[in-house]
């Protein structure tokens, strides 16, 4: 089996997009939010969370605006929807970070074949902790959360939907 390397190069580009927020929740990294899909030395892939999702075109041009910035004008950046993005790809450092902002994370694998079908996960409350919440509404601040409520400490958050 060959194993695959990356280049100083790469590595220096996925730096570079470590800074670059996504726009609607700013506090992660469109790389910890699993949208930087592949990084070559002349081509950066990126996946939307959604094929509707309005902040695709803003996520590009931003990755665009780094790249030129860090000197790699010559560096492509291609959008692919194959394989669909998932929530499953964000990382735990993304994870981390939602909680931090008072977004819980997705509770459960896209992998799970009960994601649609089961009962509404158990969503704890990212800010006391408490699993005492209940959804609100199926939409939150944006198509890919939900609103909850926390019972204990009765503060509404958003929650990332499994996808």
Not at 113 to 138: E, H, N, R, Y
Request: net charge negative; proline share 7%; with cysteine.
């Amino acid at each position: 089996m060959v194993e695959l390397r990356q280049t100083s190069k790469q590595d220096a580009i996925w730096a570079t997009l470590q800074s670059v927020m996504d726009p609607e929740i700013p506090i992660v990294s469109v790389c910890d939010l699993g949208i930087v899909r592949d990084v070559y030395d002349d081509k950066v892939v990126i996946t939307p969370t959604y094929s509707g999702c309005p902040a695709t075109e803003v996520i590009g041009m931003d990755i665009r605006l780094a790249l030129d910035k860090a000197g790699f004008d010559e560096v492509a950046v291609t959008t692919s929807t194959s394989p669909p993005w998932t929530t499953d790809w964000i990382t735990k450092l993304g994870r981390e970070k939602l909680t931090e902002a008072g977004i819980a994370p997705p509770v459960k694998s896209s992998q799970s074949k009960t994601t649609l079908f089961a009962d509404k996960p158990v969503v704890s409350c990212p800010i006391c902790k408490s699993d005492d919440t209940i959804l609100v509404s199926q939409f939150g601040s944006t198509a890919c959360k939900a609103l909850y409520k926390c019972g204990t400490c009765l503060e509404p958050f958003d929650y990332f939907k499994c996808i």
